[in-house]
């Protein structure tokens, strides 16, 4: 598993193990989202956090705020292959659905930006998986993907 310093309750930073969330349905929310460039295009880089349950959100005893387990997600919005932005722009619209928004992509022009708004802090089921990769190292790791906007 992946080491990742973490900070604890009293302020200091530990070595820890990351342990992806089992998957399954979970309440998520987009946390924050940005357009950054790719190798090829743009992409719609999204933050998510889980809420609740093991892996969500806590407070810890002095009252602060500590994260839940983090997904992050990329669509495509511009790239050669037209399959790819076709796949970005459904996802979107999923997402859209999940958070009960009757706005799509198509209707709010293409106009990334403006989901960031519609959508952002908004709870909403996914179906969240594990996916195995390998680093720059070649070490072999694990992290969350969202599989499905919506329950399904």
């Not at 342990?19 to 929310?29: G, L, N, Q, R, S």
């Not at 357009?35 to 810890?60: H, L, N």
């Not at 195995?132 to 070490?139: C, F, L, M, P, R």
């Amino acid at each position: 598993m992946e080491n990742l310093t973490q900070k604890t309750s009293g302020g200091k930073f530990t070595k820890g193990e990351f342990k992806p969330a089992p998957a399954d349905t979970y309440k998520v929310k987009m946390i924050d989202s940005s357009i950054t460039p790719t190798k090829s295009g743009k992409a719609v880089k999204a933050t998510f956090e889980i809420q609740g349950g093991e892996y969500g959100a806590k407070t810890d005893s002095s009252g602060k705020k500590l994260g839940g387990t983090r997904i992050f997600h990329y669509f495509n919005i511009e790239n050669p292959s037209a399959k790819a932005v076709e796949i970005a722009n459904k996802q979107l619209n999923r997402l859209l659905s999940a958070t009960a928004n009757t706005d799509t992509v198509e209707s709010l022009g293409m106009e990334y930006e403006k989901i960031n708004e519609l959508v952002k802090d908004v709870p909403f089921l996914a179906k969240i998986e594990i996916q195995e990769y390998t680093d720059k190292t070649g070490a072999q790791k694990k992290s969350n993907v969202i599989k499905y906007f919506g329950s399904k």
